[in-house]
Antibody
């Protein structure tokens, strides 16, 4: 079965760091474009970052310089390293496969930035 | 950046009636070399991740009921539900995947309810 499972969310203080993971099954992460999308409570969808199969990475302006997308091919897992977190980063974070529409989504992991 | 604007923000339709949601992009998402519109539609029900309904503006994702259809080209697009069912209550988002470097911007969402 093709699926994505996120983990790593939680409560973190402003200025702190967190690393999200997205484990894939049924397909190979490194052969696909993969992305992170977030959704603040009660709000719409915001694209965060993408990593191409060739390794190129791109970020939304709101997270550029603070977030890093990466993958571990041996673990078939996508990551999002989030540093210098702010209250406005509070959201459910989804990973998704990009084909180039986003056809497979994980269930999401909640990140709360608060003191 | 390409801005996606949906209308209306919310919509109430009677069961069995037609529902129409519009999406306008701030610049064309039609790629002239392949004559494809880089536009997708998603459905999101409460507590669930988004689900891909339509890609390339009018291609239905596998398993999506044929009452869902997408149309339009260039900057103006429409998602139509031909005969509303109770299970179609959700928020619907359009998304462009045309931008280079990628932006993958979403519309603000349209909340669809039963009248």
């Amino acid at each position: 079965e093709v699926q994505l499972v996120e983990s790593g969310g939680g409560l973190v203080q402003p200025g702190g760091s967190l690393r999200l993971s997205c484990a894939a099954s049924g397909f190979t992460v490194s052969s696909n474009y993969m992305s992170w999308v977030r959704q603040a409570p009660g709000k719409g969808l915001e694209w965060v970052s993408v990593i191409y199969s060739g390794g190129s990475t791109y970020y939304a302006d709101s997270v550029k310089g603070r977030f890093t997308i990466s993958r571990d091919n041996s673990k078939n897992t996508l990551y999002l390293q989030m540093n210098s977190l702010r209250a406005e980063d509070t959201a459910v974070y989804y990973c998704a496969r990009v084909v180039p529409a986003f056809d497979i989504w994980g269930q999401g992991t909640m990140v709360t930035v608060s003191s | 950046d390409i801005v996606m604007t949906q209308s209306p923000d919310s919509l109430a339709v009677s069961l069995g009636e037609r529902a129409t949601i519009n999406c306008k992009s701030s610049q064309s998402v039609l790629y002239s070399s392949n004559n494809k519109n880089y536009l997708a539609w998603y459905q999101q029900k409460p507590g669930q991740p988004p689900k891909l309904l339509i890609y390339w503006a009018s291609t239905r994702e596998s398993g999506v009921p044929d009452r869902f259809s997408g149309s339009g080209s260039g900057t103006d697009f429409t998602l139509t539900i031909s005969s509303l069912q109770a299970e179609d209550v959700a928020v619907y988002y359009c998304q462009q995947y045309y931008s280079t470097p990628p932006g993958y911007t979403f519309g603000q969402g349209t909340k669809l309810e039963i009248k």
